[in-house]
């Protein structure tokens, strides 16, 4: 029962910036946010990680973002961002954020998923 917002996306022209951001709020459960990342998907493919961060700053990045993509946290503010540079064209999707928590009535980690946001990278 956790929430997650997204915002940022848009459309930019190749080599250009986005910042996503992801809030977290509890609603009817305990908040105990775990890993927080982001993931994205093109038509008709699966959704795809593209950059996760851990509790503790541990970051893991697809290698099509690596050196291009930034992903932090503010655990105060229970917030992911995703910071996006040098875009490119085949970065065109739909973002989404994701955090796992271990919900301990449930007796398991469990997922939760924004909305999405839009991304077009396009001249």
């Known amino acids: 029962q956790v929430q997650l917002v997204e915002s940022g996306g848009g459309l930019v022209q190749p080599g250009g910036s986005l910042r996503l951001s992801c809030a977290a709020s509890?609603?009817?459960?305990?908040?105990?946010?775990?890993?927080m990342g982001w993931y994205r998907q093109f038509p008709g493919k699966q959704r795809e990680s593209v950059a996760v961060?851990?509790?503790?700053?541990?970051?893991n990045y697809a290698d099509s973002v690596k050196g291009r993509f930034t992903v932090s946290r503010d655990n105060a503010k229970n917030t992911v961002y995703l910071q996006m540079n040098s875009l490119k064209p085949e970065d065109t999707g739909v973002y989404y954020c994701?955090?796992?928590?271990?919900?301990?009535?449930?007796?398991?980690?469990?997922?939760?998923w924004g909305k999405g946001t839009l991304v077009t990278v396009s001249s």
């Open positions: 509890a609603s009817g459960s305990i908040f105990r946010i775990n890993t």
């Open positions: 961060i851990s509790s503790s700053g541990v970051t």
């Open positions: 994701n955090a796992d928590q271990y919900e301990r009535n449930r007796g398991r980690f469990v997922d939760y």
